[in-house]
């Protein structure tokens, strides 16, 4: 059993900074890529940042500049620091990591409970 936890959302106002973290825990063999998504009322989710295992990074145009996605493997946990947001960063925010669990050779995508991040104006 794979589990991912994510903590460190909560409301700021614009121009303000917060700092996500997601942890994984369980039965892992091996971590692949870790990223971070979001979703808003009525939205699909979207991506907001990825991080592959070689530490090669990927951001939604929208936040380029201002989020940075990091990870610490021997934690097995990713983080996301986020910059000079703004209100249209409000959403519920989701963590994801490809895993392999202990015992198999199949990866597959895991996903946290999201944490809300709201801005005010």
């Known amino acids: 059993q794979v589990q991912l936890v994510e903590s460190g959302g909560g409301s700021v106002q614009a121009g303000g900074s917060l700092r996500l973290s997601c942890v994984a825990s369980?039965?892992?063999?091996?971590?692949?890529?870790m990223g971070w998504y979001r979703r808003t009322p009525g939205k699909q989710r979207d991506l907001v940042a990825a991080?592959?295992?070689?530490?090669?990074?990927n951001y939604a145009d929208s936040v380029k500049g201002r989020f940075i996605v990091s990870r610490d493997n021997a934690k097995n946990t990713v983080y996301l620091q986020m910059n000079s947001l703004k209100p249209e960063d409000t959403a519920v925010y989701y963590c994801?990591?490809?895993?392999?669990?202990?015992?198999?050779?199949?990866?597959?995508?895991?996903w946290g409970r999201g944490t809300q991040v709201t801005v005010s104006a």
């Open positions: 991080i592959s295992s070689g530490d090669t990074t």
């Open positions: 369980g039965s892992i063999f091996r971590i692949n890529d």
């Open positions: 994801s990591a490809r895993v392999t669990p202990s015992h198999t050779v199949v990866a597959r995508d895991y």
